[in-house]
């Protein structure tokens, strides 16, 4: 289980202070409580737990990027579809589209 406290949480259209659990690779919940450090809520039982002070840093959804604009094959040593891609996830973007450009970069086909 991971604790992500001390958080600036956007959900439903606005940004409040709070915690985030994670259980299994999932959001368990979401704590918009005042006392953030009571954990009453929480199964801790025979569970590793992992806490992280986020010190007020911003947690959003993924980005989805429906209009990306990655290099040709042509242009390379600018960017290739593997850097443009680690690029986008390091950034927070979890899904790239470029069109039908995109698809003949990462198969290798030329238009």
């Known amino acids: 289980m991971i604790i992500l406290r001390n958080a600036r949480i956007f959900s439903n259209g606005s940004i409040r202070e709070g915690k985030l659990i994670i259980q299994d690779g999932k959001i368990k919940s979401i704590d918009f409580s005042v006392n953030q450090n009571e954990d009453n809520s929480i199964d801790f039982y025979n569970e590793e737990v992992r806490e992280i002070d986020c010190e007020r840093r911003l947690i ?6 429906i209009h990306a604009h990655l290099r040709d094959m042509d242009q390379e040593e600018k960017e290739s579809f593997k850097s443009g891609t680690i690029a986008a996830a390091f950034s927070g973007i979890t899904t790239v589209w470029g069109g ?12």
């Open 100 to 111: 039908q450009w995109a698809l003949r970069a990462s198969s290798g086909e030329r238009p």
């Open 60 to 65: 959003i959804p993924g980005i989805i990027d």
